[in-house]
């Protein structure tokens, strides 16, 4: 086996000192390391004079960060060193590091300063977040496709100030409370007695890091740089979309200063339909048909279709319908959304019976007992017994309330002291 950081070159800089954790430190423990030392050394918070100073080591920090945080790039860091990430010795040059993608994900800035901050050259522009909402949709929809049109309240960059908050020619002055910075500390409670420390925008200067006096400020939007607008959309759900579907509309969500606005995203959430049950893109319905018809058969139009067609069944005498039986017809289903394939339809037998007294004489039931099948055979048996029977029972109450685990229905209630009968939990 290899030696672990011993084979490391002389010249190397250790990453573990460098962030002042030991080399068996778990990844949350380098996390918090590293948390602290980019706060401490981020070149916005030192004087100007201490800069480049701090911007150099804020890097070194990070690129450790960013390569002890990886468990393959941390596994060959401890077999070969820095050396493993040196193209010109062989290395794979995996260690370079996107600054402003890091710090953007753990504090919401980049290398370039806070919003607002004064330092560094150009920053990538981060991304506001995305808006997640349900929209509900009928099976009838679903299977032709829709588009809606409707007008949405956003917040959007405020025309008149181009979203700097202040009227035109007026120069902000520094905000007192963030230092410029556009962020601040504050902490919320995430439990009884436990409350944690976070980064947030600024209140004050909403996370612009500048500030108008109130006399100043840009009479449209008062100074908070964004205001609210409406906005035709159009959503188009195309036909055969399923439940759950994420219908995007790109850089639809809230404008916010500083910021690529996020998406818009719809998520479909099919509404129950009182003929159709979906799977997939197979349907399936109640195929409801008289007795004469399970036995004599029968053509005509078995259910209105979800586009409004008669879908029109020629079942021939001879074959018989039972309860329960299914029929498949392909084809029949919900479209699919690439070519012009659909599902299939499946029809479940119910048959409707008579009811009670539905013929008018004996002679009927006669006529009616020598068509049809006779009876099986009869059971052959020591004694016979003539019961009385009961209609209409329902058999979920079988075993009820008996104390028999296997009655679907029984609820085992717990005891409210030990030793009134029953079996007792101990604890392992």
């Not at 077999?79 to 370079?96: L, T």
């Not at 919320?188 to 100043?216: A, L, T, W, Y």
């Not at 840009?218 to 607008?229: D, H, L, P, S």
Request: hydrophobic share 30%.
């Amino acid at each position: 086996m290899n030696g672990g950081p011993s084979s490391q070159d002389e010249g190397d800089l250790d990453l573990y000192e460098l962030l002042g954790v030991d080399k068996t430190a778990s990844p949350d423990v380098i996390k918090k390391a590293y948390r602290k030392l980019a706060l401490q050394h981020h070149p916005d918070k030192v004087s100007e004079e201490l800069r480049a100073e701090s911007e150099a080591k804020f890097k070194a920090v990070t690129q450790a960060y960013e390569i002890l945080r990886d468990e393959e790039k941390r596994h060959m860091y401890d077999q070969h060193g820095m050396a493993a990430f040196d193209p010109s010795r062989g290395g794979g040059g995996g260690a370079e590091v996107d600054l402003n993608d890091i710090l953007a994900q753990m504090f919401g800035m980049g290398v370039g300063g806070m919003p607002g901050g004064g330092g560094g050259g150009p920053r990538r522009q981060r991304r506001s977040p995305d808006e997640d909402q349900p929209y509900k949709v009928t099976l009838e929809e679903l299977y032709k496709g829709k588009t809606v049109k409707f007008a949405a309240e956003k917040q959007v960059i405020c025309s008149q100030c181009k979203g700097s908050g202040g009227k035109e020619k007026v120069k902000a002055t520094k905000c007192e409370r963030c230092r410029g910075q556009g962020l601040q500390e504050a902490y919320r409670q995430v439990g009884p007695g436990m409350v944690r420390k976070e980064i947030v925008p600024c209140d004050h200067c909403q996370g612009s890091g500048n500030f108008f006096k109130e006399k100043d400020r840009c009479k449209k939007c008062k100074g908070k740089r964004t205001v609210k607008e409406n906005k035709a959309l159009e959503l188009y759900i195309p036909r055969g979309s399923m439940q759950g579907e994420r219908i995007v509309l790109e850089g639809e969500a809230d404008q916010l200063p500083d910021q690529t606005p996020g998406d818009l995203i719809f998520h479909l959430m099919e509404e129950p339909h009182d003929v159709f049950t979906r799977i997939g893109n197979d349907l399936s319905a109640d195929l409801n048909v008289t007795l004469s018809e399970a036995l004599t058969g029968f053509s005509r139009v078995v259910v209105k279709h979800l586009d409004g067609r008669g879908i029109h069944i020629n079942h021939p005498r001879g074959q018989i319908l039972r309860p329960g039986e299914v029929l498949k017809v392909p084809g029949e289903g919900m479209p699919m959304k690439r070519g012009d394939m659909k599902g299939d339809l499946y029809l479940i037998v119910k048959i409707e019976f008579p009811e009670n007294g539905w013929l008018m004489d004996e002679s009927q039931y006669d006529t009616l007992e020598k068509i049809l099948p006779p009876p099986g055979s009869p059971i052959d048996c020591d004694e016979v017994d003539d019961v009385h029977f009961e209609e209409d029972a329902d058999i979920e109450q079988m075993g009820a309330h008996q104390g028999d685990p296997r009655h679907g229905g029984n609820e085992w209630e717990d005891d409210e002291e030990e030793g009134e009968g029953g079996a007792q939990c101990a604890t392992q």
